[in-house]
């Protein structure tokens, strides 16, 4: 069956949430799709959210009778142009939309060296979520690497779990960082919560310009070779949670046609993306954390609800906190260095288990999928695709249908014949 | 300097990789040229099934004798091209296609294609997710499943082994008269000219009979003995043959990955890459007739790819009015297949051997009226 809705957010993060609220404020029939079965997105997950998630929660509650909500459903195509498909616990929902917001965050970007593909080393982002969803760290010694705000912010929470964590290393230079510290003086919530969570950390020892060059162990993780300029050295643990910033997820936005620049999918001044009546906010414009998510999906939510007076009130907002995101960019960017981690038979591709080796040798992103199969497993070159990107500069191809896997009986099923009825 | 050659090739799928190594072994001066990617046109595109078929006994010719070119060829492929001898099942629903069976049979056993007919029985033993009951089944062992794009990537090694040169990343604009200029208006001269060009071979050479015909393929997770054999209902054969609409069949092939490969769909007058739900549906729902628990098993990606189609179905090998310009184009769904067989005479006439089978039915020159009317 197709049900028809006037605006389609898909995705419940902070800036999917918001998007939903001040659209459906205005009396639009708004409907929010997210494959998590409750929404908060990235960060507003497990019991204790913090007082603006409540408060969202809160607005989202006050005009439910204007928002259907469906959760553990993934958008995977669009079947016919108008009309979405969303695969749920093995079946299909097709959902109709006049507009449509996209807000599918952000996911941790991995680098291959050496090792990172042994078990117990996993992403700083994805230690954290297995932690909120049961595992224990208990008195586990955990190495956190890569870069980004987000190393702090896991070895804290870890840290309040009962892991020892033995060093946060991070890869940008410690003059970055200073810079960075700097900058968010004026902003006291930024900076309040960076004080915490270094608190937090105190007796953890903080490595700048630090990064994992290898992962040891026979078929089990045993420890981690670090590097900090000229010097290397090995720490047994039995976690490495190793995440390098945050990437993007444009896939939906360049599935449907929408023009991305510089990895980011490209919006005007009301986050509508280059396709009419398709709007984009949050992480996937930019990485700029869960207040600017906000602030772009109010906008976004306004605009397609026609109320460009409302939306244009936030502009001045997210102007200040897109400085910060400009900021989060020039400071956690990447060191070429570590494009010279992985060795000959370091796996790039671990779904089809494609060595460096062979790739280092193709012309393109295409010609190394035809090629290598690079690519071509179930995360669909999410990991790989990332990494190569960085590694050889290529540039991922056309994004093309189902953009995440799904079952073959709803890959399949015809759409129904859709009416528009009117819908005031 | 002027830069010339024996021969050119234009287009390195798997026709002009096959075509440049044939010409580089038997010791002509060669080029190939590329404009994208070896083996990124049809060649990635397509399902890679090395099969005999029997549409007209010019098809059966080339299809059989360029199988046996690949069984040659076989135990130097390296392991990334998946080379499987898998074998065929041509799937009877009913009794219809149960005497369809028998006939194919007697045509392959005077060929000297040695086959197999299985009974319902048989057939359920032999795959075990198939739906039941069917008729039966045509067992042809020798037909095979490769990986295209890495064959032709072998094939122009090969090629260069053997003295060729690669312009890669390199289009031709204009080719003629021993002449071929490059996009960037470069040139180089040939004797002969070799256009291999697939499904595009129309933009350089416009008169050309050959249309795009798009097809569209489902890849799946890893799933490890599934299906054994490659199988197609002998209804394929009017969804192949019909030449004017939208035709769909059941064609589902194992890789050696584990993963299956879910075909195929036939449609004229639809030139966008994009996929079209309602080919897709039509075409997923024939697969789930035949095999209903394909239904629950995970999909990684859908595409599409164009097939050069030809009026009579048949390629176009050979000499053109233009002395100097050869064709080597025109395979629609069979491409993979008749790569070899096609260098092989493509070679033969140029060094004016005697082929092992006769090149008349392919001569570009039988569409040479319709060609000088349109
Ligand atoms: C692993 C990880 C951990 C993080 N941890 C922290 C932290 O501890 N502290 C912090 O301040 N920030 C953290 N962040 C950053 C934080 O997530 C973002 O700043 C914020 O959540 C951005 O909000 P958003 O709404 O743009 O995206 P998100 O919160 O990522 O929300 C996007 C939502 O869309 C859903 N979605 C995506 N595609 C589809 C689809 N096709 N169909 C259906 N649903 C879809 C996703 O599952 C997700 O629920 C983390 C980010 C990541 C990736
Ligand atoms: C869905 C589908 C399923 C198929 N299944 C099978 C199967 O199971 N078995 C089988 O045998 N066949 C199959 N085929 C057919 C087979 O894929 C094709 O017949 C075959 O790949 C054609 O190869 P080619 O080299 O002629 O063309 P292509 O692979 O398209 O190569 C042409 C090359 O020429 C290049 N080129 C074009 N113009 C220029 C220019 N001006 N300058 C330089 N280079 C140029 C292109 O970039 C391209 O690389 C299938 C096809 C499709 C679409």
């Known amino acids: 069956m197709t049900q028809h809705f006037d605006i389609v957010v898909v995705g419940g993060g902070p800036a999917g949430m918001a998007a939903a609220a001040c659209a459906a404020e205005y009396g639009k029939p708004v409907v929010i799709v997210d494959d998590n079965l409750t929404l908060g997105g990235q960060i507003w997950r497990g019991k204790d959210i913090p007082a603006a998630a409540r408060k969202w929660q809160a607005r989202l509650d006050s005009v439910s009778a204007h928002v259907t909500r469906i959760h553990g459903a993934r958008v995977f195509s669009q079947p016919v142009p108008g009309v979405l498909r969303a695969e749920q616990n093995g079946r299909y929902l097709d959902i109709a939309y006049r507009k449509l917001i996209l807000a599918t965050g952000a996911r941790e970007r991995f680098l291959p060296f050496p090792g990172w593909t042994l078990p117990n080393v996993v992403g700083a982002g994805g230690l954290q979520a297995l932690v909120k969803s049961g595992l224990s760290v208990k008195g586990k010694h955990v190495v956190v690497a890569g870069s980004g705000p987000l190393l702090l912010a896991v070895a804290a929470y870890l840290q309040t779990h009962g892991a020892k964590v033995l060093a946060i290393c991070e890869q940008a230079q410690f003059s970055r960082l200073l810079k960075f510290v700097h900058s968010i003086v004026t902003d006291s919530g930024k900076l309040r919560q960076a004080l915490t969570y270094k608190m937090q950390t105190m007796s953890v020892p903080f490595y700048a310009g630090c990064y994992p060059v290898s992962a040891g162990g026979g078929k089990k993780f045993e420890s981690v070779t670090l590097r900090q300029g000229k010097r290397a050295w090995t720490i047994a643990c039995d976690y490495l949670a190793c995440g390098f910033h945050l990437v993007p997820n444009t896939e939906l936005a360049e599935f449907f046609g929408c023009r991305i620049s510089n990895g980011k999918v490209a919006v005007d001044k009301w986050q509508q993306t280059s396709i009419l009546d398709v709007y984009c906010a949050g992480e996937p414009t930019g990485i700029g954390g869960a207040e600017l998510a906000l602030v772009e999906g109010q906008i976004a939510g306004y605009a397609a609800a026609g109320q460009q007076d409302k939306a244009h009130s936030f502009f001045e907002e997210r102007a200040r906190r897109r400085k910060f995101a400009q900021l989060l960019e020039e400071t956690f960017a990447l060191d070429p260095a570590l494009a010279q981690l992985p060795q000959d038979e370091t796996l790039v591709c671990r779904c089809e288990d494609v060595p460096y080796s062979v790739l280092k040798h193709e012309p393109s992103w295409r010609a190394a999928k035809l090629h290598t199969r690079c690519g071509m497993g179930p995360c669909q070159g999410r990991i790989c695709g990332t990494a190569t990107e960085f590694i050889f500069g290529w540039t991922a191809g056309q994004v093309r249908p189902p953009i995440f896997p799904t079952p073959l009986s709803s890959l399949g099923a015809k759409p129904e014949l859709i009416e528009l009825q009117e819908t005031r | ?374």
Request: hydrophobic share 45%; with cysteine; glycine share 8%.
């Open chain 2, 1 to 374: 300097m002027k830069l010339s050659y024996d021969a050119v090739v234009i287009g390195a799928g798997i026709v002009g990789a096959a075509c440049a190594c044939e010409l580089a072994r038997a010791g002509m001066r060669m080029a190939i040229v590329e404009a994208q990617i070896i083996g990124g046109g049809a060649t990635a595109a397509g399902m890679g099934h090395i099969v005999v078929m029997d549409d007209s006994p010019a098809q059966l010719a080339l299809t059989q004798y360029s199988q046996s070119l690949w069984n040659e060829l076989a135990s130097q492929l390296p392991p990334n091209v998946e080379y499987d001898r898998c074998g065929t099942l041509w799937i009877a629903a009913d009794d219809d296609e149960m005497q369809e069976v028998h006939r194919k049979q007697a045509v392959y056993a005077a060929a000297h294609v040695s086959t197999e007919i299985l009974d319902a029985k048989a057939l359920a033993e032999a795959e075990p997710n198939l739906r039941r009951p069917l008729a039966g089944a045509l067992f042809v062992p020798s037909d095979a499943v490769i990986y295209p794009p890495c064959a032709a990537m072998y094939l122009v090694e090969c090629a260069k082994q053997a003295g060729a040169t690669l312009y890669l990343e390199r289009a031709v604009a204009k080719a003629g008269k021993g002449r071929l200029v490059f996009s960037d208006g470069t040139e180089i001269f040939a004797a002969s000219i070799i256009h291999a060009t697939g499904a595009s071979a129309s933009r350089l050479m416009p008169h050309l009979p050959v249309r795009k015909r798009k097809g569209h393929l489902v890849i799946t997770d890893r799933y490890p003995g599934f299906v054994r054999h490659q199988l197609v209902e002998l209804g394929y054969l009017k969804s192949a043959h019909s030449t004017s609409s939208d035709s769909v069949a059941f064609n589902v092939q194992p890789r050696r990955t584990g993963q299956l490969l879910i075909g195929s769909s036939r449609q004229y007058n639809n030139e966008g890459t994009g996929v079209d739900q309602n080919i897709l549906g039509a075409m997923l729902a024939r697969a789930f007739d035949y095999i209903p628990s394909l239904q629950g098993l995970s999909s990684i990606r859908v595409w599409t790819g164009f097939r050069a189609a030809t009026p009579d179905k048949l390629p176009l090998i050979g000499p053109t009015e233009d002395a100097s310009v050869f064709l080597a184009t025109g395979h629609e769904g069979l491409g993979i297949t008749t790569s070899l067989a096609t260098a092989r005479l493509l070679t033969d006439h140029l060094l004016d051997r005697t082929p092992a089978i006769s090149l008349a039915p392919y001569l570009p020159e039988r569409f040479a009226c319709e060609a000088a009317h349109a």
